[in-house]
């Protein structure tokens, strides 16, 4: 082998999870770095890959050379190259997956160009003035005061404004009094919102002390972790913005994470009005342009800040000193497809990897994370309080057993709820009603031969969505007309049963024919404009009640809302799932939080059938502390998460024969060489056991040293070929169990 040897181990996007070394020619030596997309030969043709490792030895030999550097500046920090190390080991994964997750889709491709313009500039002849300048036209002179004042400015914008055609911009230049040229230029996604700055608020004494505690650790870079346990409305953004000050003024940067869902105009709007340009937003709704240049932005430290869902996380930041999580509890910082990481957690390995303190915020933390600070891993700070001191608003069981008995037969709305509803329409006041599950009907049955209408797909019944007319799916989205009679005997007596969010806008207009009401839910919201339209529609009053799945849960915040109604709240409670009564709290607890955030107390309703389950009783008093010390334990006895850590694998197929085998053979292999403390459950039939025309068998793991078993997993899975037409794959840590 040559002496002095630079090597490049490069990956590429393909299922192979492995790494090929490449000869780094003597004119690239330097500039191919971990993180550098190159193009190499690979086969018989050519390909773009990432470099993750750099070497001076390789047991393949010879090498064929990197044919070129695909670009000087797009490249991934070396430090997100470790995470991704760290991703695909820990997850199971991969490790191209890893590494395709650092990068936006846009900017891998490698194809989005920075957008350019032509800018026009004064020359120094223009600069100097002197006689020939005192002979020109006034709008000459005119145009060229305005660059004097206004730098370099496009040629559009001098065009449009008036102040000169582009001939003769064209004449000017060719007689050297300006200059063009081509400057790129960024796509701007707020380019129409205007926003008001806002100064840094007087903190309360819990505020102050939960900023002071973050303080501390960004100034001794000690990368702790802290929980921030607010209660809704506590303050926890205007902590984190103060916490980013900070940030900012150690001259590092720091990334928000949010939950999608509640990335709304709003919160942007927040950091924006405090850190104006210095912010980034990565969100669902950008262009590939927008999020091609907020990226950029980011990559070439013209932005400080990155406020984002889940895969902001990777923002390439090089000199990190903060991660907040806001919300830490939910669900969707979980990915749901390769590789399956939980953004929360993968804040903890960045954070800790590059010495930045790390924020996790919450009203109803995760078990997960509260455990740990009981651990001693996290530092727990608490903040009971409203800001404005406002009481947290009054929450009511209903129990409907008793409704229905009552009334003779089950009933949608209780009349305390009905009441409370009519006496706050008379008071012009609003109110929102919650419930989660969208549609008409939860099930289709044929009155005389009991045929149920399910998807061919998957097995689940279909959802009756009266408006459209159509059966549709919830797992996998097919759709079918609505029969009128029965499919199996032809009779024409068809029974609907369940409800979901049409059904219930359909009654409250029955019963309220003069409220206006707005209906929020994946059916009613296909576009992001809807979304932004109905809630401006209920701020400015022009809507009295809005009926809403999980999407009004969570982060709006209407003052004039003074009764919030969970129409059936056990919905969610009784699914196989062990966090089942850890989400229904969270979720109780963040409707309430909608309530009464304006000068009238609020008030919340929730209908149950079992008023006596403790996730609801301690749900009613937002008690955190008392669900945690009633579900704590059970999970510690039943040797659950948060003290354990589980993995779940799954085994799909379109042949149900093949998942079992498949399940079988592989358990059979695992038993022998998993820890004794570690469980084996199944493998079974998922409770979801087909879903778009794949079988699903799955096998659940808990207990015992995860990296071991992560290890072991993946020697069996993602290093070797799997049977043929079965999809096999883990899920660590996982959080959806069907
Ligand atoms: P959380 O994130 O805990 O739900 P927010 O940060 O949204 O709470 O605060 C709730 C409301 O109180 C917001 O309207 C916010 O502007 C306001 N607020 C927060 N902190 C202060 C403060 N120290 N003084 C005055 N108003 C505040
Ligand atoms: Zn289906």
Redesign the pocket.
Known sequence: MEENAVIAQVVFSLSLDRDFDYLVPVELRGRVRVGSRVRVEFNTGERSGYVVAMKSHSDYWPLKPIVALESEKEQIPESLVWLADWMADYYCCPKEHAVRTLLPAVVRSGEMKHKQALFVSLTLKAANQGAEFDKMSDKRKELIQYLRREGSRPLTELVNLNLASTAIISKMCEEGWLSKELRVVERDPFLDDVVQPDEP????KD?QKALDVINASQDAEDSSVILLH??????????YLQAISRCLERDKEAIVLVPEISLTPQTCE?FRRRFGNMVSVLHSGLSDGERFDEWTRINEGRSRIAVGARSALFAPFRNLGLIVV?EEHENSYKQDESPRYNARDMAVVRGKHENATIVL?S?TPSLESYYNCEQGRYKLVE?NE???TKPLPSVELIDMGQEAAMAGKAQIFSNRLKELIFDRLQKAEQVILFLNRRGFATQMMCAKCGYVATCENCSVSYVYHKHAGMLSCHMCGAETPAPTVCPQCGDPEIRYSGFGTEKIETITQALFPKAKIARMDSDTMRTKDCYKKVLEEFRAGRVNILIGTQMIAKGL?FPNVTLVGVVQADIGLHVPDFRSGERVFQLITQVA?RAGRGDTPGKVVVQTYTPDHFALRTAVRQDFHAFYEEEAPSRKMLDFPPCSHMVMIHFRSQEEALAAAAAEAFTEELKPQLEEKTQVIGPMPAPLSKVQKYFRYQLLLRGGNIRRLSRLLRSMIVVRKQPKNVVIYADVDPRNLL
Do not use: N, P
């Not at 608020?201 to 309360?204: A, Y």
């Not at 209660?231 to 902590?239: L, M, P, Y």
């Open positions: 608020k007087k903190l309360t505020q607010g209660v809704t409305a506590s303050g926890k953004t205007e902590v927040r806001d915020g009203a903040m409203r800001v404005d915040d939080g």
